[in-house]
């Protein structure tokens, strides 16, 4: 395993047995609410914290961008992208579907991935070239090629009611052109899934870098494609994704092209930070 890898394995460890220890006292714990259906725990911030100091002894010089920290150190060739807790309403809830997810870019490109599922005890790792694993099992996407026969996730809005018009009628549509719908709640377990093959396919709006950089490498790895609404590069920077197979990939785009308003479409994007 690579070692800046390892490295990002054992943060993600360390993050999972504060959150598993957490999750067994949730009545005790301290909540926040960002803004409308945001919340943040206590547990968020100890895990990322345990994740930067994890990765800082190693790589000192390296940046941070993490979902509670934001943007941490002078921005180098090295930067860590961090959601110490993916799936935070479902955490408070007590509902068992929430990750780790870290991500290493280095000169702009995505070369590392680890997401953890503590519940299962279930690790995903990718290195760029190298291909995704599932407990250091060789993973791939599925072999489905068409979109009826497809099991697909997506993320529900909750906090951002921008495009709730828009997503409702891709839903509709989603609905009538595929096996079945699924919406667990973790963005990043949700690219997994598509990564192992337990989707065929994935797609979502307006998520944020932190949620969808590990997922999106480990597609890539396991043979499957990345884009935005578009099919096109910006996923990363806009958080508008869609990924799976190669083939229901296609379709997917397709179903959801007649929904594109001029905000969702690439050209019209304002890259978030
Ligand atoms: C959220 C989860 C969820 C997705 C949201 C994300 P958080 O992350 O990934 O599945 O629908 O948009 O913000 O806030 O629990 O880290
Ligand atoms: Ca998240
Ligand atoms: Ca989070």
């Not at 395993?1 to 943060?11: D, E, G, I, Q, S």
């Not at 935005?228 to 179903?255: R, Y």
């Amino acid at each position: 395993m690579h070692p800046m890898l390892n490295t990002a394995v054992k943060a993600a460890r360390r993050a999972g047995s504060i959150i598993t220890r957490a999750s067994q006292n949730l009545d005790i714990l301290q909540v926040r609410n960002k803004t409308h259906n945001d919340y943040v725990s206590e547990v968020d911030h100890a895990a990322e914290q345990a994740i930067i100091e994890t990765l800082h002894e190693a790589y000192p010089s390296h940046a941070v961008l993490g979902e509670e920290s934001g943007a941490v150190g002078e921005h180098g060739d090295f930067l860590w992208i961090i959601d110490p807790l993916d799936g935070t309403t479902n955490f408070l809830h007590g509902f068992p579907q929430y990750c780790i997810s870290i991500a290493l870019q280095h000169r702009g490109v995505l070369e590392q991935a680890v997401i953890y599922d503590p519940n299962r005890n279930d690790l995903y790792t990718a290195t760029k070239g190298r291909g995704a694993f599932l407990n250091d099992r060789r993973i791939r996407v599925s072999k489905r090629t068409r979109l009826q026969e497809s099991l697909i996730g997506t993320g529900l809005p909750f906090r951002d009611f921008a495009h709730i018009d828009t997503y409702l009628a891709m839903f509709k549509d989603m609905m009538l052109k595929t096996s079945g719908l699924r919406r667990p709640g973790s963005a990043a377990l949700d690219l997994a899934y598509v990564a192992t093959g337990w989707y065929d396919g994935f797609w979502e709006i307006g998520l944020s870098k932190w949620d969808i950089a590990a997922g999106g490498l480990l597609v890539a790895e396991a043979g499957g494609l990345v884009g935005d609404f578009e099919g096109n590069e910006s996923w990363l920077a806009t958080g508008n994704i869609v990924a799976g197979t190669p083939k229901v990939f296609g379709q997917m785009l397709q179903v959801l092209a007649p929904h594109l308003t001029v905000d969702l479409k690439t050209v019209e994007l304002k890259t978030k930070a």
